[in-house]
């Protein structure tokens, strides 16, 4: 979901920042920049005693006249240069291949795309829009297959204003549509699930695959886990409280051990319209961000998206969505047990215990970091009992402490404040309403949190925080370091027990260090990156990440435009060695873009991207948008296409 201000006020709108253009570089390089503004002492102060602070704590800073040219980065790529235009950009020796994009078959059964007759039978055979997540599923499941393999696609949301002509330009173009157009916003909604190959080095879609499928705001799924047939749950059209229609604002994800994947809702609240305020549970509608200034039209068009016509509807919505890309017969399923929030990904760990552990965020200025730990073991030979893993375990959410040291507590009524007199009648409504439980336990509020990503190699854990415009300077604290904080952070939590497969995901503590602290040096306050960092390698609101199978990062951004003038992108750094927290500019994205679901396949030698909303800048219109990327045809408008980066000899990404 797009830029720095969408989560507050909303989403599937055109940003009110500014994008001017690229500045031009003059600055000195970043290691001067930090040399200048810090001392090691003041650094470590400012960030938390004991913090290994990107790239400082292990090595110490350098001394003036050390500057290294090439920097110790283990990457060995040519770094791009900063860009904001209506192309995308990557390194030297690498080139990009669409691989599909809204509008594009899903099977050789599908309509071909008319942009000028849409229709919800055409958008329910064809990729849907603003593609985020992506898992890759190498075929044969359970192999390393890089070359064969299910996409697994979110697609989060929809953008009228560039899918239709006519409309107003902006946020407004979202509340104009249609009944017949929001029916077909609901099809280009949820996810798509394709067959891919390499074929002569190039990346296609299986037209004739049966894994085909799409997802949609209306496809049925089940509610399970502790909260399933809940009262708050139950609606006029499913009095069981366990069936529900569709998934919605689906935007990152995660692959599961058994090889399904968890999808998750994130802003719902946009959809839903009516006036929460008089309604019975406007309290918690509030905690939620359900107002009575519905984002979309939807409201109008379907009594079930109207709060004071059908009430817990919206209790519906919020989940982790667990489906098997194996099986296109199957039911989704939205696991309650791993709570109800504006969920980011879900990112998991086998732990020594056996016990599987999901790493999640709450994607709002001032909401939380959670993971959820599976009572159950994993058991690699038996499939069917690992899909019923997801329905009994234990959320926990964050609190991060000024010494270095984190806190999981656990969310379980009855313990603790949560019970009936604090108005939790049940395992279930602490599920529904988690973000009020968390209150409760006096979590930690973060700067949005985006991936939470265990590193496969280190064991560590990286907490991907965009920004917070709204931190005031008396909220501020160690693992929140900035007031007005416009272009974000990255936090290392260190399980206990050691590094790698010795790290204990399933402790109820663990200790944490700043990564990075974004934005331009010398512009921006308190920004912290390795000193060898160039004067392209900086960043502005790390979004999503991955890792290589080195244990190298990727960092996706979302928002750097508004915030710092240049194109999202994906730039990638070491974890560890002297090149921790080096950043270098990889791939940047056209005008307007976010870069989502970064994911590269087991043989590290293809980087899946998903451009996300090209051309949501302000004043971009169908008629007039600021790129048509990919096609850059004038009969067509910008579409969201998930694309593959691919070294032309053939090599590992950034190598
Ligand atoms: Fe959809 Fe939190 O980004
Ligand atoms: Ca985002
Ligand atoms: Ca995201």
């Known amino acids: 979901m797009g830029e720095i201000d969408r989560e507050a006020d909303v989403f599937g709108r055109i940003d009110d920042g500014e994008n001017v253009g690229v500045n031009p570089s003059t600055e000195p390089t970043i290691g001067e920049v930090i040399e200048r503004r810090l001392s090691r002492r003041a650094a470590l102060r400012a960030l938390g005693a004991g913090a290994a602070v990107a790239g400082l704590g292990s090595t110490g800073l350098l001394g003036a006249g050390e500057a290294l040219a ?94 239709w002509p006519g409309l107003p330009a902006g946020s407004d173009a979202a509340l104009a549509t249609s009944k017949g157009q929001t029916e077909i916003e609901l099809a280009a909604h949820g996810a798509s699930v394709v067959e891919v190959r390499k074929t002569g080095g190039k990346w296609q879609v299986v037209g004739n695959s049966k894994y085909n499928r799409r997802i949609t705001g209306t496809t049925p799924m ?135 552990v999901f790493y999640m965020g709450d994607d709002e200025r001032g909401d939380y970091v959670y993971k959820f730990v599976t009572s159950g073991k994993y058991d690699p030979g038996n499939r069917a009992a690992n899909l019923r893993l997801l329905d009994s375990g234990t959320l926990h959410v964050a609190q991060f402490k000024d010494d270095g040291k984190l806190a999981w507590l656990p969310l379980v009524h009855g313990q603790g404040p949560l019970t009936e007199a604090n108005g939790f009648k049940d395992q279930g409504e602490v599920l ?126 979302d928002g750097a435009p508004s915030a710092a003038q240049v194109a999202d992108g994906v730039y990638l750094a070491d974890v560890r060695g002297p090149g921790r927290a080096l950043t270098r500019l990889f791939y940047q994205a056209p005008t307007g873009a976010e870069v989502c679901g970064p994911c590269l396949t087991p043989d590290d030698k293809t980087l899946f991207l998903a451009i996300q909303h090209p051309a949501e800048d302000k004043g971009s219109t169908f008629e007039k948008p600021s790129t048509r990327w990919p096609d850059f045809n004038a009969e067509l408008p910008p579409r969201p296409s998930v694309i593959a980066v691919v070294k032309k000899d053939g090599g590992v990404i950034g190598s």
């Not at 999808?263 to 509608?285: C, I, K, L, R, V």
């Not at 560590?460 to 709204?470: E, K, P, Y």
């Open 70 to 163: 090439a920097g110790p980065s283990s990457f060995a790529f040519k770094e791009i240069a900063h860009t904001l235009d209506e192309r995308d950009h990557v390194p030297e020796g690498y080139e990009t291949q669409v691989v599909i994009r809204w509008g594009d078959r899903i099977s050789t059964d599908s309509p071909a795309f008319d942009v000028s007759r849409q229709s919800v039978a055409a958008q329910e055979m064809q990729f849907g829009y603003n593609n985020d997540f992506l898992g890759y599923l190498p075929l044969p499941i359970g192999s390393s297959n890089s070359e064969n393999g299910l996409l697994f696609v979110n697609h989060e949301y929809t953008i009228a204003g560039l899918m």
């Open 222 to 356: 089940t509610l399970t886990g502790p909260a399933a047939g809940h009262a708050r749950l139950k609606t006029g059209a499913d009095a069981t409280g366990t069936k529900v229609l569709g998934m919605l604002n689906n935007c990152a994800g995660g692959v599961t051990p058994w090889g399904t994947v968890v999808t998750a809702e994130e802003n719902f609240n946009g959809y839903f319209g009516g006036d929460a305020a008089s309604t019975p549970d406007a309290a918690m509608h509030k905690r939620y961000g359900i107002t009575s200034k519905a984002w979309y039209s939807w409201s109008r068009h379907h009594a079930r998206f109207d709060v004071t016509k059908e009430p817990n509807e919206v209790n519906r919505f919020g989940w982790m969505v667990e489906i098997d890309p194996h099986d296109p017969a199957s039911t989704p399923m939205k696991r309650t047990a791993l709570g109800r929030f504006k969920h980011e990904g879900a990112h998991a760990v086998v732990d020594k215990s056996g016990q599987v």
């Open 432 to 557: 529904i309403y988690a973000r009020k439980a968390a209150d409760l336990l006096k979590a930690t509020p973060m700067d949005r949190p985006e991936d939470v990503e265990p590193n496969p190699v280190t064991g560590s854990v990286f907490v991907i925080l965009t920004n917070n415009s709204r931190r005031t300077a008396d909220k501020v604290d160690k693992a929140n370091p900035r007031a007005d904080n416009r272009h974000g952070h990255i936090i290392e939590i260190v399980p206990p027990g050691g590094s790698g497969k010795n790290a204990d995901h399933v402790a109820p503590d663990a200790t944490w260090n700043m990564f990075l602290v974004a934005g331009k040096p010398g512009i921006d306050a308190g920004t912290v990156y390795h000193r060898a960092t160039s004067e392209n390698g900086w960043l502005s609101c790390p979004d999503n990440c991955a890792f290589d199978s080195k244990g190298r990062m990727l960092i996706a951004t």
